[in-house]
């Protein structure tokens, strides 16, 4: 009789998203906050950590206000609550993500990569890459106003 094949390897990471924090949490979370929703969680199932993470595309004159404004909004409930995908006594910090419409790179997103896994000396070329995408729809989006704009067409905003 041929043996059975093993079963395969659990991948070490996870990512689960569109999730409360009221349903990502078995503890901790004040009612008010039950349904904040992080863009997504990294579960790492080597060490048990689990983070918290938000991408933000905002202008870039606004980048430095929204990383704030994100870290406002998550820290606290995120500090009192525990992950429900491992018995990690506590969230690890949020990671933000923040890239400008027009390219700017927070200072604080290579850091915040770096902690999701992503190795230092790939940084760059992902950046650039990001970087090339947000230009390439910036513009597309910012023609379209213009040419609605000289059209006398609504614009949205």
Do not use: C
Request: glycine residues 6%; positive net charge; hydrophobic residues 40%.
């Amino acid at each position: 009789a041929a043996n059975p094949a093993p079963a395969p390897a659990r991948p070490r990471y996870s990512i689960h998203r569109e999730e409360s924090l009221g349903h990502a949490s078995r503890e901790g979370v004040l009612e008010s906050d039950r349904n904040l929703r992080p863009d997504a969680y990294l579960v790492d199932h080597a060490t048990g950590e689990v983070t918290p993470i938000e991408f933000t595309i905002p202008d870039d004159a606004r980048i430095a206000a929204s990383v704030r404004d994100k870290h406002q909004k998550y820290d606290q409930p995120l500090s009192r609550a525990a992950p429900r995908y491992t018995n990690a006594p506590a969230f690890r910090p949020l990671a933000v993500v923040a890239l400008g419409t027009w390219g700017t790179v927070h200072p604080s997103t290579a850091g915040a990569l770096v902690r999701l896994g992503v190795p230092p000396d790939a940084l760059p070329a992902l950046l650039r890459k990001a970087v090339q995408i947000l230009a390439r729809h910036a513009m597309i989006i910012a023609r379209s106003r213009f040419a609605a704009a000289h059209r006398g067409l609504p614009i949205a905003t």
